[in-house]
């Protein structure tokens, strides 16, 4: 008899992975937070990549994303504070363009009809 269970979070393990092209949607549980320090192949230098925790609008379970540098700017030029925590957003991330390091990646806030999705109230600041 196969057991059948709804997946209320993964503990630790891999990413969310981008894959140039295709919509993630999205809503955001945590602010972005330095994830855990990686070796460069290229320097060898460690660094902590920015990552944050969502909930996937197509599963609804919460995972850990990677937050690139324009990922990252978007968010928090537009929302300061972290008030960008508990809204809901539609990504894709593009190629890289011609003479820049970045690849492309648009964002837009959107509202997802779906009773389903249930976020957790954030958090007061100390």
Do not use: H
């Not at 978007?74 to 820049?100: H, I, K």
Request: aromatic share 6%; net charge positive; charged share 25%.
């Amino acid at each position: 008899m196969a057991v059948v269970y709804n997946l209320k979070k993964t503990l630790g393990g891999s990413l969310w992975k981008w894959q140039d092209g295709v919509e993630k949607v999205f809503t955001i549980v945590g602010p972005i937070r330095a994830g855990k320090a990686v070796a460069s192949p290229r320097s060898g230098i460690a660094k902590a990549p920015d990552v944050m925790t969502v909930r996937d609008a197509e599963d609804n379970n919460e995972k850990d994303i990677l937050v690139g540098a324009v990922l990252r700017s978007s968010l928090t030029e537009n929302y300061p504070d972290d008030s960008y925590v508990g809204l809901t957003f539609a990504c894709t991330q593009g190629a890289v363009r011609a003479g820049t390091r970045y690849k492309t990646m648009s964002v837009a806030e959107v509202e997802v009809d779906n009773a389903d999705l249930v976020i957790a109230p954030k958090k007061a600041k100390k």
